[in-house]
T-cell receptor, first 121, second 110 residues
C-alpha cells in the first residue's frame, strides 16, 4: 500500500525558514519523480516543485524559485522541501506526491494528508 | 492566475452525466499529457486520470478522460452523491518548465 506522510509544518514568522519532509513507503521511491503541491486556504491547487528520480533534475514554480529547494534521499525514501524567506503568501497545506507516469512528469498521485504551513508574525 | 481554464461549476441529477472542460494552449495541453484530480472537502486530492485517459487502479470506469487539441475533458457518468467535490485538471507548461493546474470545477449533484 503506497503511503506518503508529510511532516514539518507549523507556524513560522515571515522571513524565517522551514523544512518539510515526506516519508514514502509501499513503492520504489528511487524510481519515481516526486512533487510538492500546495493549497492556500480556500484556494485551488498550486504546483510548487518536482525532482526527478535521479535527484539532479529539478523544476520550480516562479513563485518559489530561489527561495525553496526540493531534494530527496533515496536511501531514506524521503522527500524534502527547504523553504526560506517565507511570506504570508506561502501559507498553505503542502502535499507531496508521486509521479506515476512514464511519459508525463506532471502527473501527481497523492497518498498523504498534507502538512499545514502558516506564515504569520 | 492559472493558464488552464475550467468552468467554475457543473451540476446534474444522480445517475446523469457531467463533463468538465479544461482549456489551455499549445504550450501546455496542446503538446503535453493531461491528468485529472478529485478533491473532496477537507481531504487531499485524488488522482482520477493520467496520461490523458488512463485510470489508476481502483478508479471506477464511470470516470473517463479525453484530449483534443488544446483542450481536455473529464466525463463522469452515473453521477453519485459521493461525486460532489472539486475537480482539477493538470499538465506541464513547456514555456515555464513547470506543472500547472486548472482553476477547478465544483460538481454538484442535484
Amino acid at each position: 500500500q503506497m503511503q506518503l506522510v508529510e511532516s514539518g509544518g507549523g507556524v513560522v514568522q515571515p522571513g524565517r525558514s522551514l523544512r518539510l519532509s515526506c516519508a514514502a513507503s509501499g513503492f520504489s521511491f528511487s524510481q519515481n519523480g516526486m512533487h510538492w503541491v500546495r493549497q492556500a486556504p480556500g484556494k485551488g491547487l498550486e504546483w510548487v516543485a518536482v525532482i526527478y528520480n535521479d535527484g539532479i533534475t529539478k523544476y520550480y514554480a516562479d513563485s518559489v524559485r530561489g527561495r525553496f529547494t526540493i531534494s530527496r534521499d533515496n536511501s531514506k525514501n524521503t522527500l524534502y522541501l527547504q523553504m526560506n524567506s517565507l511570506t504570508a503568501e506561502d501559507t498553505a497545506v503542502y502535499f507531496c506526491a508521486r509521479n506515476p507516469s512514464r511519459v508525463d512528469i506532471a502527473a501527481t498521485d497523492y497518498r498523504g494528508q498534507g502538512t499545514l504551513v502558516t506564515v504569520s508574525s | 492566475q492559472s493558464v488552464l481554464t475550467q468552468p467554475p461549476s457543473v451540476s446534474a441529477a444522480p445517475g446523469q452525466k457531467v463533463t468538465i472542460s479544461c482549456s489551455g494552449s499549445s504550450s501546455n495541453i496542446g503538446n503535453n499529457y493531461v491528468s485529472w484530480y478529485q478533491q473532496l472537502p477537507g481531504t487531499a486530492p485524488k488522482l482520477l486520470i493520467y496520461d490523458n485517459d488512463v485510470r489508476p487502479s481502483g478508479i471506477p470506469d464511470r470516470f473517463s478522460g479525453s484530449k483534443s487539441g488544446t483542450s481536455a475533458t473529464l466525463a463522469i457518468t452515473g453521477l453519485q452523491t459521493g461525486d460532489e467535490a472539486d475537480y482539477y485538471c493538470g499538465t506541464w507548461e513547456t514555456s515555464l518548465s513547470a506543472g500547472v493546474f486548472g482553476t477547478g470545477t465544483k460538481v454538484t449533484v442535484l
